[in-house]
């Protein structure tokens, strides 16, 4: 009997199987129909590492949600703020997007994020101090979560007095992508996007007015041939930052210390070698990354894997199938720290390729490594693990261990 090929909300985090074992469904599109023609939502799904790189490598597929078709999942979810808001570089395509990431990049660089480390190990030692003397706690919550949103508000210059907000903002604003979009979720998600970005938009006049050594200062000063960053793109790019930053990053953190905890001759490696765990980091990035899919839209009829797709055609690159896909790694869904080839698509790729990504690896090396030196017999607690639902990022809702 021929197992049906899996299609519509069963390749969404609606579907149990997906939400937990999403593999499943990966072998049996990879096998079947790697280029699949998903009617239901209105998309092709793409589950073969070659046929996502390619896509994510070719410059003439689209980022912009609004040039795919009417009849997709994409167009079908817009509301008409989503049309008129502000853009982020994350959905401009040239020249729109290499203009911002060229000016973004003068203040937002390597040398920055190098600058960052010792702070980000403060931050970590200061939410591991917290969590000291207690049985139990949950790493998601008192410490994957806190750590990126405590470092980007450092890096945006955000005061000790309004770090409350700034949080509270943030969590408020991560089920932005949540797929339950009920009228109070969209109504709460304004709520905590205009509060923020009229934070933003006050830090900017004072910064205008009296420079300080933040990143809001370094935007506003970034200057290009006379072209420089508006307000409002500071302001989105602020919010890309934060988003973007605090949620991949937390489940990254996450997904490498339940990698960890869950195969101990793996762990062992990692505690007697701690360098290693950069590895750790890089195989949780090909294995169970935080981002599981990216976005295109086909602005010409063109062929994917041999299989013509029409003009609009929204495009779902599966990043974490590519990362299991048995054609690039041998045994693909064991967790292996000396797997020699590494190669993934977590950060995306192309002229997209993730801007944060040297960030994300930092604080993750940084927090990881703290972690383990301070609780060297870090345990799970033995709490039942769930999986988040959200569209497009892959972690736990909460992870519980003991020291």
Request: charge should be negative; include cysteine; glycine fraction near 4%.
């Amino acid at each position: 009997m021929t197992t049906a090929v899996p299609t519509g909300l069963q390749l969404t985090v609606f579907d149990e199987t997906f939400r937990n074992r999403p593999h499943e469904y990966f072998d049996l599109l990879r096998q079947a129909e790697p280029v699949h023609r998903d009617t239901t939502l209105g998309r092709v799904v793409l589950t073969r590492a070659a046929d996502v790189a390619a896509v994510l490598k070719d410059r003439s597929f689209s980022v912009d949600n609004r040039k795919a078709a009417p009849d997709s999942i994409v167009q079908r979810l817009m509301t008409a703020e989503d049309r008129d808001a502000p853009r982020s570089m994350l959905a401009l395509d040239d020249p729109d997007h290499a203009r911002l990431r060229r000016l973004v990049t003068h203040a937002f660089n390597a040398r920055a994020i190098e600058g960052m480390r010792p702070h980000i190990a403060v931050v970590a030692d200061a939410l591991l101090d917290a969590v000291a003397d207690a049985e139990q706690f949950d790493l998601i919550e008192d410490y994957a979560s806190p750590l990126p949103i405590i470092v980007i508000a450092e890096m945006l210059g955000v005061g000790a007095a309004d770090r409350a907000d700034f949080r509270r903002w943030s969590k408020g604003l991560a089920n932005v992508f949540s797929p339950l979009r009920t009228p109070e979720h969209l109504a709460q998600l304004k709520v905590n996007a205009d509060e923020l970005s009229a934070y933003f938009a006050r830090a900017i006049a004072e910064r205008r007015a009296t420079p300080r050594d933040d990143l809001i200062s370094a935007l506003i000063a970034v200057e290009d041939n006379g072209d420089r960053l508006s307000t409002q793109e500071i302001i989105t790019m602020c919010n890309l930052l934060l988003l973007a930053g605090n949620l991949t990053t937390t489940d990254l953190i996450g997904n490498t210390v339940l990698a960890l905890l869950q195969n101990p001759e793996q762990r062992a490696k990692v505690m007697a070698a701690p360098a290693r765990i950069v590895d750790a980091i890089e195989e949780t990035l090909r294995l169970d990354p935080p981002v599981m899919q990216s976005l295109r839209i086909a602005t010409s009829p063109r062929a994917v894997g041999g299989i013509e797709l029409a003009e609009g055609a929204a495009i779902t690159p599966f990043l974490m199938a590519a990362g299991q896909d048995p054609t690039v790694h041998s045994n693909p869904l064991s967790f292996d720290i000396d797997r020699l080839d590494k190669t993934h698509f977590a950060f995306g790729g192309g002229v997209h390729f993730c801007l944060g990504a040297p960030l994300a690896r930092a604080e993750a090396e940084i927090a990881l490594s703290r972690l383990l030196a301070r609780f060297p017999d870090l345990a799970l607690a033995g709490q039942p693990i769930e999986r988040n639902i959200s569209a497009a990022f892959n972690g736990v809702k909460a992870l519980w261990v003991k020291a």
